[in-house]
């Protein structure tokens, strides 16, 4: 059996490799994955969640370029690579937009930069030269309300939406796959117990049943991973219950249960590794779900809370900028999320297609 497990499974890929969507969306989000993860890598802001503000300069247009002055910090704390590396900058320097300045026997005169061609206000600090410098620097997406940087903004906040899948995904296969394995194998009053607890989950809508979640839990990030998470048990377990009702009769379970394998290791090494198909296809569903309810979430303001990054956030601060003409601002972090859930659907379809046994 394990040789036609094998050979099943190179067939699946061979048909999935073929796909030229399914290829393609999987080399999208493994790129993504890479960029989540390593985001302050990428980040021309590398301060905690790209939270560098600069009031002076807000929601400038895509190349907007402008000197910065930056003023090293007084903090003498230090920070380790992998934590700069994973979390960001803790200590940042103090930058300010400036559009001239000067420097004279220890004293820096500069000019507060200001928009609109009008003339900033003068100032003048004493300061060594190694304390500070001037960087010119390119918001390459612009910069958003607060004058971030919105392209720190998009790599940081895809985070959120990537691995709100991963922790969503497998908090309703263990639950999923527990409920369905016990309710399908044993039948009887456990089945109905079962079933009618996915009943009465399913009958709630699944945004008000996540909100109802996130306010028991609080407003914050993990609540909200585990609140999505929670609500995406009941499908899983709807598929596996009726694989299992289907595979419990199979000659290799009877054969199984002849030599006196207990039902742990029936289900768990015989049952479930030929019935996984179906499940990794409700699987890549529910990663995309999963992006889209955290995007509504935080669109709500019940999902990850400021100043952390996320493109349902983003989008609801900038909606309003639309029709103000500045559309980029909602539009840049929609497509982001359109472009990943997307991705995950194709894959599902690719999957879907591959897995089929009848194809």
Same mark, same amino acid.
Request: charged share 15%.
């Given at each position: 059996?394990?040789n036609?497990?094998?050979?099943?499974g190179?067939?699946?890929?061979?048909?999935?490799?073929?796909?030229f969507?399914?290829?393609?969306?999987?080399?999208?989000?493994?790129?993504? !994955?890479?960029?989540? =993860?390593?985001?302050?890598?990428?980040?021309?802001?590398?301060?905690?969640?790209?939270?560098?503000?600069h009031?002076?300069?807000?929601?400038?247009?895509?190349?907007?370029?402008?000197?910065?002055?930056? %003023?090293?910090?007084?903090?003498?704390?230090? #920070?380790?690579?992998?934590?700069?590396?994973?979390?960001?900058? /803790?200590?940042?320097?103090?930058?300010?937009?400036?559009?001239?300045?000067?420097?004279? $026997?220890?004293?820096?005169?500069?000019?507060?930069?200001?928009?609109?061609g009008?003339?900033? &206000?003068?100032?003048?600090?004493?300061?060594?030269?190694?304390?500070?410098?001037?960087?010119?620097?390119?918001?390459?997406?612009?910069? *958003?309300?607060?004058?971030?940087?919105?392209?720190?903004? %998009?790599?940081?906040?895809?985070?959120?939406?990537?691995?709100?899948?991963?922790?969503?995904?497998?908090?309703?296969?263990?639950?999923?796959?527990f409920?369905?394995?016990?309710?399908?194998?044993? !039948?009887? /009053?456990? *089945?109905?117990?079962?079933?009618?607890? =996915?009943?009465?989950?399913?009958?709630?809508?699944?945004?008000?049943?996540?909100?109802?979640?996130?306010l028991?839990?609080?407003?914050?990030?993990? #609540?909200?991973? %585990?609140? &999505?998470?929670?609500?995406?048990?009941?499908? =899983?377990?709807?598929?596996?219950?009726? #694989?299992?009702?289907?595979?419990? $009769?199979?000659?290799?379970?009877?054969?199984?249960?002849?030599?006196?394998?207990?039902?742990?290791?029936?289900?768990?090494?015989?049952?479930?590794?030929?019935?996984?198909?179906?499940?990794?296809?409700?699987?890549?569903?529910?990663?995309?779900?999963?992006?889209?309810?955290?995007?509504?979430?935080?669109?709500? !303001?019940?999902?990850? #809370?400021?100043?952390?990054?996320?493109?349902?956030?983003?989008?609801?601060?900038?909606?309003n900028?639309?029709?103000? @003409?500045?559309?980029?601002?909602?539009?840049?972090? @929609?497509?982001?999320?359109?472009?990943?859930?997307?991705?995950?659907?194709?894959?599902?379809?690719?999957?879907? *297609?591959?897995?089929?046994?009848?194809?």
């Amino acid at each position: 059996m394990g040789n036609t497990t094998n050979s099943l499974g190179r067939l699946a890929l061979q048909k999935f490799k073929k796909d030229f969507w399914g290829v393609f969306s999987t080399i999208f989000i493994l790129i993504i !994955g890479f960029i989540s =993860v390593f985001a302050y890598l990428f980040s021309p802001d590398s301060s905690q969640n790209a939270n560098q503000m600069h009031l002076s300069i807000h929601s400038k247009k895509p190349g907007f370029n402008v000197d910065l002055l930056k %003023i090293k910090s007084e903090n003498i704390g230090e #920070q380790s690579k992998i934590d700069k590396l994973f979390f960001g900058d /803790k200590i940042t320097d103090t930058e300010t937009p400036i559009s001239s300045y000067s420097f004279k $026997e220890g004293e820096l005169k500069y000019t507060a930069y200001v928009s609109d061609g009008m003339e900033g &206000v003068a100032k003048s600090i004493a300061i060594a030269k190694e304390k500070f410098s001037i960087v010119n620097k390119t918001f390459y997406l612009g910069t *958003d309300k607060y004058g971030r940087d919105l392209l720190s903004r %998009i790599l940081v906040g895809a985070r959120i939406s990537f691995f709100i899948g991963f922790v969503a995904v497998f908090i309703s296969l263990v639950i999923g796959v527990f409920m369905g394995s016990v309710s399908g194998y044993y !039948g009887g /009053k456990i *089945d109905a117990i079962v079933m009618w607890v =996915v009943n009465v989950t399913w009958s709630i809508p699944t945004l008000l049943l996540v909100i109802a979640i996130t306010l028991a839990l609080g407003k914050g990030f993990w #609540q909200v991973f %585990i609140a &999505v998470g929670l609500t995406m048990w009941v499908e =899983v377990a709807r598929v596996v219950r009726g #694989q299992i009702i289907s595979a419990k $009769e199979m000659q290799y379970v009877t054969a199984a249960r002849a030599l006196g394998f207990k039902d742990f290791r029936i289900i768990v090494k015989h049952i479930l590794p030929n019935i996984m198909a179906p499940v990794i296809v409700i699987c890549a569903a529910n990663f995309a779900a999963a992006i889209l309810i955290e995007s509504g979430l935080s669109f709500l !303001g019940i999902g990850a #809370q400021p100043p952390m990054a996320s493109w349902g956030a983003m989008v609801k601060d900038h909606y309003n900028y639309i029709i103000l @003409g500045k559309p980029y601002l909602a539009v840049i972090p @929609g497509l982001c999320i359109m472009s990943l859930v997307m991705a995950f659907m194709m894959i599902g379809n690719a999957l879907r *297609d591959a897995l089929d046994v009848k194809g």
